[in-house]
């Protein structure tokens, strides 16, 4: 390998060192040797690929975002051309997407939250995204958008992050269905047509 592919390389094992000990034990207790005997990298090629563990906690969130957001608006597209059944579909993708694997909606909705305010600007371009996806769903039908449209996805937003962060911490966890069900009954009471 070249040397770049050497870094890649070693950034890749890095990030999915991360992926999974920073969901568990957890971003607090994950030490950079502990990462670094996970993937099998010296201390000093951490940082050739890293600044820190917050730069890579960033990158990894970054990646489960992503990846996230690609699955929610392919599931959005893909549905019927209604309001309802569009944000219906995004929602229950944004749950089965991030409960499939328990490291990616623990590291989106409780580590990145541990991990401080070194994540804040990532968090917000997080919800910056799903925001955009919603608004953009919602504008295509003006009869059933509301003044305060904006103010209405950031809220549904936060529910659905709350939601999660129970299924994550709860010693028995809702059903996933559940979750969904909740968050299409708080989409649907928001975003009623003329109020109803």
Same mark, same amino acid.
């Given at each position: 390998m070249s040397a770049e592919q050497r870094l890649?390389? *070693?950034r890749e094992r890095? =990030? =999915?060192a991360a992926y999974t000990l920073f969901a568990n034990p957890g971003f607090p207790a994950t030490t950079i040797e502990r990462l670094c005997t996970?993937?099998?990298v010296s201390n000093r090629a951490f940082y050739?690929?890293?600044s820190g563990r917050e730069a890579l906690m960033e990158a990894v969130y970054d990646r489960c975002v992503d990846d996230t957001l690609q699955a929610v608006a392919k599931a959005v597209a893909a549905a019927p051309n209604t309001l309802d059944d569009r944000i +219906?579909?995004? /929602?229950a993708e944004y749950v089965a997407f991030a409960t499939k694997d328990l490291r990616r909606a623990h590291i989106m909705h409780v580590e990145v939250r541990r991990a401080g305010d070194c994540? /804040?600007?990532a968090r917000q371009r997080a919800v910056a995204g799903f925001t955009r996806i919603m +608004?953009?769903?919602?504008a295509a039908y003006p009869q059933r958008t509301p003044p305060n449209t904006h103010l209405l996805i950031l809220g549904l937003i936060g529910a659905l992050q709350e939601l999660l962060i129970e299924w994550v911490l709860a010693d028995v966890r809702p059903a996933t269905g559940d979750l969904i069900t909740?968050?299409?009954? /708080? &989409? *649907?009471?928001? &975003?009623?047509?003329a109020g109803a």
């Open positions: 890649a390389d *070693r890095l =990030m =999915m996970m993937a099998r050739e690929c890293f +219906e579909h995004g /929602i994540l /804040i600007t +608004e953009e769903t919602v909740t968050a299409v009954h /708080i &989409f *649907r009471r928001s &975003f009623s047509p």
